[in-house]
């Protein structure tokens, strides 16, 4: 399996933006589909985006498609989520998972490993 710890999260305005960093260990990082899901207070952890080993390859969320941007560099074992025009309802926990399926998934059970989890907060 590989490790993951997120960064970057904190309080922002409505409006702004964070970026989010996923740094792995272990395991060949670039052999692994990325994905970044976040969980709100009282709701289910949901799918934001996900992005291929290659990085050739993305997939967003209706709720933050054109405002959300994944990407990767293998090279450095990093993955990013660059957020813009945030919105209050943006506000969770934000967490990087590994899965080593190929193929494109939205479902949590896809990912073997997951990152500890980053609070992003965005104030109205």
């Known amino acids: 399996q590989v490790q993951l710890v997120e960064s970057g999260g904190g309080l922002v305005q409505a409006g702004g933006s964070l970026r989010l960093s996923c740094t792995a260990s272990g395991r060949a990082f670039g052999s692994y589909r990325m994905g970044w899901f976040r969980q709100a207070p009282g709701k289910e952890r949901e799918f934001v985006a996900t992005?291929?080993?290659?990085?050739?390859?993305?997939y967003y969320a209706d709720s933050v498609k054109g405002r959300f941007t994944i990407s990767r560099d293998n090279a450095k074992n990093t993955m990013i989520l660059q957020m813009n025009s945030l919105k209050p309802e943006d506000t969770a926990v934000y967490y990087c998972?590994?899965?080593?399926?190929?193929?494109?998934?939205?479902?949590?059970?896809?990912?073997?490993?997951w990152g500890q989890g980053t609070q992003v907060t965005v104030s109205s």
């Open positions: 998972a590994a899965s080593q399926l190929l193929s494109t998934s939205t479902l949590d059970r896809a990912y073997d490993s």
């Open positions: 992005i291929s080993w290659s990085g050739g390859s993305t």
